[in-house]
């Protein structure tokens, strides 16, 4: 899958998939990484070491600096990758140093994929689908 790149750098791990937006302010514990926003599809999942895929951000722009203290933490996602990553999220994603693609059609992923994530060059791949051998 082609896409925009938003921060350069690659990754490769397990894919932690939400079909709705997320907010990193009140919503993602930046000492634990986990989900906390309530009623959230994630909530009580960890977004640590993981190839974090979502529509796209919301909320507070504190949500920039709540990425930026997960990478300090040690429990930040390997990479990003969003339909549209808006000023929040490419913030967080910039300052924190996480490998960020956009503009990438999600429905293909699923949670437990294993995905790489080439930012330099703006491309998603998925190389083994949740259970089942690349060639799926």
């Known amino acids: 899958m082609r896409g925009r790149t938003v921060n350069p750098g690659r990754a490769r791990g397990e894919a932690l998939v939400s079909r709705t937006p997320l907010s990193f302010y009140g919503g ?3 000492k634990t990484g986990v989900v906390v926003e309530r009623g959230h599809e994630l909530q009580g999942k960890s977004v640590a070491g993981k190839i974090l895929v979502f529509p796209r ?4 722009t504190v949500g920039s ?5 997960l990478k300090k933490n040690g429990v930040a996602p390997l990479a990003v990758v969003n339909e549209e990553t808006e000023p ?8 924190a140093d996480i490998p960020c693609v956009d503009r990438v059609d999600l429905s293909p992923l699923e949670t437990g ?19 089942r051998p690349q060639g799926f």
């Open 88 to 95: 929040i999220v490419a913030a967080g994603v910039i300052l």
């Open 57 to 60: 951000g919301k909320g507070s």
């Open 65 to 69: 600096y709540v990425i930026y203290a």
């Open 28 to 30: 993602v514990d930046p």
């Open 113 to 131: 994929d294993l995905v790489e994530v080439d930012a330099d060059r703006g491309r998603v791949e998925i190389l083994r689908k949740h259970g």
